[in-house]
């Protein structure tokens, strides 16, 4: 048992600059990161490309391009072409997508679902260009509307499949897929195709701001070791990435909060 | 274009009484109600279904039976059946189940699932006998950890498809479904199979109590009007009930509120 494919996902411990969570990692033993763009720009995207690369980290995933189903489709194209650079920059194993939700008053699901298709169609190639692979992520149904209209996973593979496996991948998270009748068998089809493993936990009640409803691996109600061993048995060897949002979580000391996560990394996930 | 197949589910109005429910939907001409056990008790059941049946209303459900997945199964199987028999009472065109969550601590989802289909294959022959059928209600995946682990219609037709037809039926619930990249096929799938059909629409933010996060049609953005065609085409001939759980609409005086659904009916669902 080891912690050899631990990665930190650095929203987990969100006042954190990318400084502290290198020298952090780097402290406790932490082989591997998930960055963001907002605090990597904050931080400087070469600086930080250079910190993580100096402490010998790995990148796991950036978070994220995505948002296709917004109206300025130049806007979306450049902006995930900005995105894809830094991931590029950064060395990061993958750009997860937050696909985005429906348009401001849409009812129209089945035509935001082709617009994601489309756009992913359009930005593949550039990132195969710069050998960052693209991480669909289907996302909890809870967040159809206002967030990511893919809603399972077999419909991320669905999309991915039609396009090469280095340039499109799909991120498989405990916390969007976990409900999902499919969950095991659309992990098993995923093979060759897992870009990124996620952990967090469902607990309830969700609070008012259901983004931050995620608990801690251990906390609710998710078989967490079930879920990566089946993601094992598909053939995915990389890194397996804490993100909680939470807002007690965040209001902890950092360190705290990551000594607690290794424990139950070994506890409930391996 | 008529009302001929609305119905109002009581839960929508929650402060009416049965005896209030029935005057004012006579008065408006409204042909069907949907019943909940706690208002038909508090009124009494059989006086609830004798004025039911005197004012020529239909009943499109009774809400509700299941909980399959508490750990006392001597107690579960006597309350659904208590339920089947005041179905079979007040006339009702389908019990709905809402199955239950996850016992409390567990994390063995495939277990509680098959615990509803045990608990399904003993209650389907008692309701049989009663002439009430089943209604599986597959729930937003938002509510599988606490609430209901059927959570696609797919999954629920699986369960229903291994009992007659006569005894086991689904509700599809546009509020449930609305998400699933299957929905329509799944729909189709359903023919002959559909016990109730429920409409309310889905809006955001979700307040904190999320059981009580649903729009009036046409406030949110589920295509209503395309589910009801799928809905139609598969065959289904029932009612049509609308079923909102939102404290400003039960802030809001009845008959204003019921007015306004018809109105909505016309415009967003028929």
Known sequence: VSIGRFSLNQRTIANWTVGELVSHCVRAGVPSVGLWREPVAAYGLERS???????????????????????????????????????????????????????????????????????????????????????????????????????????????????????????????????????EAAIARAAGRIASFQVSDWVVPLPADNLLGRGLPGDGCIDLRRLRQVTDKAGYTGDIEVEVFNEQVWARPGAEVLESLLRRHLEHVL
Request: glycine share 8%; net charge negative; with cysteine.
């Open 49 to 183: 490309a250079e910190l993580v690369r100096k402490a010998g980290l790995r990148v796991s995933s950036l978070c994220r391009g995505g948002f296709f189903t917004t109206a300025d489709r130049k806007a979306v194209l450049e902006d995930n072409r900005r995105a894809i650079d830094e991931a590029a920059t950064l060395g990061a194993a993958c750009l997860v997508l937050v696909v985005g939700g429906l348009p401001p008053g849409s009812t129209d699901l089945p035509g935001a679902r082709e617009q994601v298709r489309d756009v992913l169609a359009q930005l593949a190639p550039y990132a195969g260009e710069r050998g960052v692979r693209l991480a669909l992520e289907p996302m909890h149904p809870i967040f159809c509307s206002d967030r990511g209209v893919l809603s399972t996973l077999d419909q991320a593979l669905d999309l991915a499949e039609a396009l090469p496996a280095e340039q499109v991948g799909v991120v498989v998270d405990t916390y969007h897929v976990w409900w999902d009748p499919r969950a």
